[in-house]
């Protein structure tokens, strides 16, 4: 197996793919994608994205209650920012960053009910499957990327965000809301 997975020990659920290439004299080989990998994910469902996003653009953060993201970074540099929302988990509010690299390319699987959201560092091109085809507003849900609660250290003081993001609500709101997964 060309693969490593390891879990990201401080949320539960979220698992890191390092992914190896077989290389000779022509090029290099490395598989993406193994619906094979997550055998715990209901895969029935299969869709692909494809995300460009210039550099100094925070996207996120994102959270679905359906839907789990398996990411891959096809070219560039990102940060990313993860926080456990769901309320019946060992790791209820843990929050953890990352970066993910093209030129060190690892998969990364996020399960629903995760906050997920990425920094670009570099222009960057990521792609990513989700189990659950899209929904819009059934299942898409935001979360304010700068909430001091949460405790993730993004590197950055003004990145460029969507409008939406720039209003997504805080984690305190979403549990007096009880909009938490």
Same mark, same amino acid.
């Given at each position: 197996?060309?693969?490593?997975?390891? !879990?990201?020990?401080?949320?539960?659920?979220?698992?890191?793919? +390092?992914?190896?290439?077989?290389? @000779?004299?022509?090029?290099?080989?490395?598989?993406?994608?193994?619906?094979?990998?997550? #055998?715990? %994910?209901?895969?029935?469902?299969?869709?692909?994205?494809?995300?460009?996003?210039?550099?100094? %653009?925070?996207?996120?953060?994102?959270?679905?209650?359906?839907?789990? +993201?398996?990411?891959?970074? &096809?070219?560039?540099?990102?940060?990313?920012?993860?926080? @456990?929302?769901?309320?019946?988990?060992?790791?209820?509010?843990?929050?953890?960053?990352?970066?993910? +690299?093209?030129?060190? #390319?690892?998969?990364?699987?996020? #399960?629903?009910? %995760?906050?997920?959201?990425?920094?670009?560092?570099?222009?960057?091109?990521?792609?990513?499957?989700?189990?659950? @085809?899209?929904?819009? &507003?059934? +299942?898409?849900?935001?979360? &304010?990327?700068?909430?001091?609660?949460?405790?993730?250290?993004?590197?950055?003081?003004? #990145?460029?965000?969507?409008?939406?993001?720039?209003?997504?609500?805080?984690?305190?709101?979403?549990?007096?809301?009880?909009?938490? !997964?």
């Amino acid at each position: 197996m060309l693969v490593e997975i390891q !879990p990201l020990a401080s949320i539960e659920g979220v698992q890191c793919v +390092d992914l190896r290439a077989a290389q @000779d004299e022509r090029g290099s080989f490395r598989e993406t994608f193994r619906r094979s990998w997550f #055998p715990q %994910v209901d895969w029935s469902e299969l869709q692909q994205n494809h995300s460009n996003s210039r550099a100094e %653009v925070l996207r996120g953060l994102h959270f679905h209650r359906h839907q789990g +993201d398996y990411w891959y970074p &096809a070219g560039g540099r990102l940060r990313v920012g993860l926080v @456990d929302l769901r309320r019946a988990s060992p790791t209820f509010r843990a929050s953890a960053m990352l970066e993910l +690299d093209a030129a060190a #390319p690892r998969g990364l699987w996020i #399960p629903p009910g %995760v906050a997920h959201g990425f920094y670009a560092i570099t222009p960057c091109v990521l792609l990513y499957i989700v189990n659950r @085809d899209y929904r819009g &507003a059934d +299942d898409e849900f935001g979360l &304010a990327w700068d909430d001091e609660q949460l405790a993730l250290d993004w590197g950055v003081v003004a #990145p460029t965000l969507s409008e939406r993001d720039q209003n997504n609500p805080t984690f305190s709101a979403l549990l007096a809301a009880g909009e938490l !997964p």
